[in-house]
């Protein structure tokens, strides 16, 4: 099994900046993609960023060239940098992995940008 724990969500101001982190635990060889998600008030669980299996990275529109995922292998941490935030982007953040036969979530972690 794997485990996923989030941090690094807060409130900040328009403009600024946070750095998410998802640490995995468990089975971490058997993780086919890992990223993260979010969902606004009132809003469906949209993609943010993610490593697909086959490698490459897929950013969701409204974050390209604001957001940059990452990783460090060696602390099977993941992480997402989010620059110049605005409004649209407070949501909870859900780091995500796909095991191929499972889909594992962190609990999540609240970005508030305040305008």
């Known amino acids: 099994q794997v485990q996923l724990v989030e941090s690094g969500g807060g409130l900040v101001q328009a403009g600024g900046s946070l750095r998410l982190s998802c640490a995995a635990s468990?089975?971490?060889?058997?993780?086919?993609?890992i990223g993260w998600y979010r969902q606004a008030p009132g809003k469906q669980r949209e993609l943010v960023a993610v490593?697909?299996?086959?490698?490459?990275?897929n950013y969701a529109d409204s974050v390209k060239g604001r957001f940059t995922i990452s990783r460090d292998n060696a602390k099977n941490t993941v992480y997402l940098q989010m620059n110049n935030l605005n409004a649209e982007d407070t949501a909870v953040y859900y780091c995500?992995?796909?095991?191929?036969?499972?889909?594992?979530w962190g609990q999540g972690t609240l970005v508030t940008v305040s305008s």
């Open positions: 490593f697909a299996a086959s490698g490459g990275t």
């Open positions: 995500y992995a796909d095991q191929g036969y499972r889909e594992v």
């Open positions: 468990g089975n971490t060889f058997s993780i086919n993609a």
